[in-house]
């Protein structure tokens, strides 16, 4: 990620990395801070926006369709199933704490699909939290997006069976 001038962004400020380190959703890992919570990959990067406000780029990655399934998924359910995972991806409305817009980047491949959301605040701590419930909300609408009748495999079918195990236990 660049700052506003195109340079390489610099190391984060202290406040950033705090508020990632207090943040039991995060580890860091070179220059990113991955998610630990969820099944997927998912990883914050951080530049200044302006001195003032922090800037943060959270892509999560997961597996298209037919990459999560041990079955044969014919082109057209995964096509179709691809293109309702990016509009209910791109579709945020409410799950950070400040309201705001996003215009998320996907990037859809065969084996996986990359969402990236950009945002901006001048409290870190806040900007951590949202980052964190961008992730959350990629691995949410991903599970709701599964398509019974397929044999599904890792990390899909463990988030399956959690969700079974909870569904059973009465939580809510």
């Known amino acids: 990620m660049t700052d506003t001038d195109g340079e390489a962004a610099s190391d984060p400020p202290d406040r950033l990395r705090r508020a990632f ?60 199933w691809a293109e309702t995972f990016e509009l209910r991806a791109v579709d945020v409305g409410g799950v950070t704490r400040r309201d705001r817009e996003f215009d998320p980047a996907v990037a859809v491949d065969p084996d996986e699909i990359a969402v990236t959301y950009e945002l901006a605040d001048r409290n870190e701590r806040r900007a951590v939290d949202d980052a964190a419930a961008l992730i959350d909300f990629v691995e949410g609408t991903y599970v709701q997006g599964v398509i019974p009748g397929y044999e599904y ?19 809510v």
């Open 21 to 80: 380190a207090d943040h039991d959703s995060f580890g860091r890992d070179g220059d990113r801070w991955v998610s630990e919570t969820t099944a997927f990959e998912a990883a914050v990067r951080a530049a200044s926006a302006d001195g003032e406000r922090t800037r943060l780029a959270v892509t999560v990655r997961v597996p298209t369709l037919s990459a999560a399934t041990a079955d044969e998924v014919a082109d057209v359910v995964e096509d179709g």
């Open 153 to 171: 495999v890792d990390p899909v079918a463990g988030l399956i069976a959690n969700a079974r195990r909870h569904g059973n236990d009465g939580a």
